[in-house]
């Protein structure tokens, strides 16, 4: 999509995920501030990359060209694996 076409309600749906992954991450950052383990850190740090990825998203959609634009969302793929990774890591530490 190219800034100048309207955004679809697929891309307003991926802002509002970015929003909720990035309170969540401010949660579970509120959340290792308390109880300080392992397992808290590797959540936040992967609810942190997922809601770097939904930037790079959001950007892709609504502000840059669609050349930056593919190379961002691009960007976006190892965020979401790593994030993946990193919660399924969180849970299996025992």
């Given at each position: 999509m190219a800034p100048t076409d309207p955004p679809e309600f697929e891309d307003w749906l991926q802002l509002a995920s970015t929003l909720?992954?990035?309170?969540?991450?401010?949660v579970t950052l509120l959340a290792f501030r308390r109880r300080r383990t392992t397992r808290t850190l590797l959540v936040a740090?992967?609810?942190?990359?997922?809601?770097l990825r939904g930037l790079f998203s959001a950007l892709a959609d609504f502000v840059v060209s669609e050349e930056i634009g593919d190379t961002l969302e691009g960007l976006g793929m190892p965020l979401e694996i790593a994030f993946l990774a990193l919660v399924a890591i969180a849970f299996l530490k025992s």
């Open positions: 909720l992954t990035a309170v969540l991450f401010v740090i992967g609810f942190a990359l997922f809601a």
